[in-house]
């Protein structure tokens, strides 16, 4: 299959094994992280999960996120 047939076919799924095929090939991609950015990494997640967890900084919901992106690449 071309590239443009998997992602095709794939378009075609639940979105919920549309997830699991993004998130399966997102962890191949990272396999071979160098270990220090991988704990930069970590150590960044605490920090950010930290400042939502104490009210520092307030979530904006992935719909919204998604919305400015389509707008700023124009889709």
Do not use: C, F, Y
């Amino acid at each position: 299959m071309t590239l443009d047939q998997i992602v095709e076919e794939a378009s075609h799924l639940p979105r919920e094994q549309m997830a699991e095929i993004v998130d399966r090939l997102t962890l191949t991609l990272h396999n071979d992280v160098e270990p220090e950015i991988e704990a930069a990494w970590k150590q960044e997640t605490r920090r950010r999960l930290a400042e939502l967890e104490n009210g520092k900084v307030e979530a904006i919901p992935g719909e919204v996120v998604g919305n400015r992106i389509r707008k700023i690449v124009g889709r």
